[in-house]
T-cell receptor, first 114, second 111 residues
Framework: DAGVTQSPTHLIKTRGQQVTLRCSPK?????VSWYQQALGQGPQFIFQ???????QRGNFPDRFSGHQFPNYSSELNVNALLLGDSALYLC?????????????FGEGSWLTVV | DAKTTQPPSMDCAEGRAANLPCNHS???????VYWYRQIHSQGPQYIIH???NNETNEMASLIITEDRKSSTLILPHATLRDTAVYYC????????????FGKGTRLSVIA
């Protein structure tokens, strides 16, 4: 058990709606990243939060936004949902100062857009 | 884009060693080799990582060639529960560098 927890595990939304996914990092970790995994593909990096600020971002539109709270937990928000946003959304955490800076993943949130 | 090349699929008999190869010919001097696996419908699981020396933990062994252009992940006694997609990733091990996933190798362990 990696210790990263995500909620909800599954959800269904309608095109045009907005969704919020939540993540609690592994105990002691200070950095949270989000990845999107479409069916049959490897995970794709969305963005990363450290010290409550977005530090790095992948090639995703600004419909994808996030937040990190003082307790290091994080939210991923997606606005104006498209059918193509249907995917497994993975939260990952790490400790910036740890040797190896190993990244650990949660079990993900399955989003279906209809 | 991913900096690694892996075979798309492999089979292994249960109880035998599974040897998963990975090519990373453009690896930089400060990049480590990381291995993750993803069992169907679950999040990726960290396995092991290394820089240039061989590494072993309770899950697997990692053998990196002397020129660091390729590596092999070894599962010494594969079980049915090891059936998964295995990802080899090169990454700088500092500064919160994100992981860049390729397509990985789908390992099927057969009874």
């Amino acid at each position: 058990d990696a210790g990263v927890t995500q909620s909800p595990t599954h959800l269904i939304k309608t095109r045009g709606q907005q969704v919020t996914l939540r993540c609690s990092p592994k105990s002691g970790h200070d950095t949270v990243s989000w990845y999107q995994q479409a069916l049959g593909q490897g995970p794709q990096f969305i963005f990363q939060y450290y010290e409550e600020e977005e530090r790095q971002r992948g090639n995703f539109p600004d419909r994808f936004s996030g937040h990190q709270f003082p307790n290091y937990s994080s939210e991923l928000n997606v606005n104006a949902l498209l059918l193509g946003d249907s995917a497994l959304y993975l939260c990952a955490s790490s400790l910036v100062a740890a040797p190896g800076n190993t990244i650990y993943f949660g079990e993900g949130s399955w989003l279906t857009v209809v | 884009d991913a900096k690694t090349t892996q075979p798309p699929s492999m089979d292994c008999a249960e109880g035998r060693a599974a040897n998963l190869p990975c090519n990373h010919s453009t690896i930089s001097g400060n990049e480590y080799v990381y291995w993750y696996r993803q069992i169907h419908s679950q999040g990726p699981q960290y396995i092991i990582h290394g820089l240039k020396n061989n590494e072993t933990n309770e899950m697997a062994s990692l053998i990196i060639t002397e020129d660091r252009k390729s590596s092999t992940l070894i599962l010494p006694h594969a079980t049915l529960r090891d059936t998964a997609v295995y990802y080899c990733i090169v990454r700088v091990a500092q500064g919160n560098t994100p992981l860049v996933f390729g397509k990985g190798t789908r390992l099927s362990v057969i009874a």
